[in-house]
């Protein structure tokens, strides 16, 4: 399951020169297939929210197919253009494509049957892999682009790659490469809900108001301050209605499906030092952008 992060597609170019073409030739395949991306993306988030005419889906079959192969050419062309490889994982991770999957449907006068309808689906690949190899790549390629390493992070937290997300976020906030206040901001909030996805809201906490000490007024921090103060009232609340389910569950509805309570507790035996070791955000990824 992806954690609650959503990545902005900044539509930036770095203009990284290619080798005998003029400046214009270089930025109109990136603008153009950005512009194909950016309508998909909003097309395909709409159509996850209700059904799409016969026309909408056929533009968003097209956009994907025409997009995604024009941008792996221009990615095989040049494949040291950091925006290329930026725009070729925003269409592998993060574009929709139309699937056609079969349900059950039931009505009062056919009964149950078989349909084929439509489905969106985020990403035009069925591992995301491929997408994250690219958006790494245009990191290497610009590595003092903030947004495309911000981008990066976003996308490795997205697909759950927790780790490493919060080794190159915290990699770019100790100035590697020198940020922006709002690119900072950007990676304080990031980590905030890295933190809030471990279950470790006073980390979160820490990271907005690090982020808040850039601009005290800024929007979107202070929106996620509220929201952390809202879910850190609602635990005790959910903690207690986890125990009472609990108590409701115990020995003795065991033994009346013929069942043996359990003896290990979650934190007892899930967790051991020998499976997981205790390897922190810093030790294991915090390198890879020094």
Same mark, same amino acid.
């Given at each position: 399951?992806?954690?609650?992060?959503?990545?902005?597609?900044?539509?930036?170019?770095?203009?990284?020169?290619?080798?005998?073409?003029?400046?214009?030739?270089?930025?109109?395949?990136?603008?153009?297939?950005?512009?194909?991306?950016?309508?998909?993306?909003?097309?395909?988030?709409?159509?996850?929210?209700?059904?799409?005419?016969?026309?909408?889906?056929?533009?968003?079959?097209?956009?994907?197919?025409?997009?995604?192969?024009?941008?792996?050419?221009?990615? +095989?062309?040049?494949? %040291?253009?950091?925006?290329?490889?930026? @725009? /070729?994982? !925003?269409? =592998?991770?993060? *574009?929709?494509?139309?699937?056609?999957?079969?349900?059950?449907?039931?009505?009062?006068?056919?009964?149950?049957?078989?349909?084929?309808?439509?489905r969106m689906i985020q990403g035009l690949a069925d591992d995301p892999?491929?997408?994250?190899?690219?958006?790494?790549?245009?990191?290497?390629?610009?590595?003092?682009?903030?947004?495309?390493?911000?981008?990066?992070?976003?996308?490795?937290?997205?697909?759950d790659r927790t780790f490493q997300a919060a080794g190159v976020l915290?990699?770019?906030?100790?100035?590697?490469? +020198?940020?922006?206040? %709002?690119?900072?901001?950007?990676?304080? @909030? /990031?980590? !905030?809900? =890295?933190?809030? *996805?471990?279950?470790?809201?006073?980390?979160?906490?820490?990271?907005?108001?690090?982020?808040?000490?850039?601009?005290?007024?800024?929007?979107?921090?202070?929106?996620?301050?509220?929201?952390?103060?809202?879910?850190?009232?609602?635990?005790?609340?959910?903690?207690?209605?986890?125990?009472?389910?609990?108590?409701?569950?115990?020995?003795?509805?065991?033994?009346?499906?013929?069942?043996?309570?359990?003896?290990?507790?979650?934190?007892?035996?899930?967790?051991?030092?020998?499976?997981?070791?205790?390897?922190?955000?810093?030790e294991g990824y915090g390198g890879e952008y020094q």
């Amino acid at each position: 399951m992806r954690v609650a992060l959503v990545v902005t597609v900044l539509v930036t170019y770095a203009c990284v020169a290619w080798a005998g073409e003029p400046v214009e030739q270089q930025a109109a395949p990136i603008a153009s297939g950005m512009r194909d991306f950016e309508r998909n993306a909003a097309l395909g988030a709409v159509l996850e929210t209700r059904p799409g005419t016969p026309a909408e889906i056929g533009e968003l079959r097209l956009l994907a197919d025409r997009g995604l192969k024009a941008t792996q050419e221009l990615a +095989a062309e040049h494949p %040291e253009s950091a925006d290329a490889q930026y @725009l /070729l994982g !925003s269409w =592998l991770l993060y *574009a929709y494509r139309v699937v056609e999957v079969e349900q059950i449907a039931f009505d009062a006068t056919r009964g149950a049957r078989t349909e084929t309808v439509n489905r969106m689906i985020q990403g035009l690949a069925d591992d995301p892999q491929a997408g994250l190899d690219a958006l790494k790549k245009a990191t290497e390629l610009a590595p003092g682009n903030g947004d495309y390493l911000l981008d990066y992070a976003a996308a490795l937290s997205d697909w759950d790659r927790t780790f490493q997300a919060a080794g190159v976020l915290k990699g770019i906030w100790a100035g590697q490469p +020198a940020l922006s206040k %709002e690119q900072r901001m950007r990676a304080g @909030l /990031l980590l !905030s809900g =890295l933190s809030e *996805a471990q279950g470790d809201l006073a980390s979160a906490r820490e990271w907005v108001y690090s982020a808040l000490s850039l601009d005290p007024l800024a929007a979107e921090a202070v929106e996620h301050l509220r929201y952390l103060d809202a879910a850190e009232a609602a635990a005790p609340i959910l903690e207690e209605s986890y125990e009472a389910t609990g108590e409701e569950w115990g020995a003795e509805e065991y033994e009346e499906v013929g069942e043996e309570a359990p003896e290990e507790s979650y934190d007892e035996g899930s967790y051991d030092e020998e499976s997981y070791g205790e390897e922190s955000y810093d030790e294991g990824y915090g390198g890879e952008y020094q």
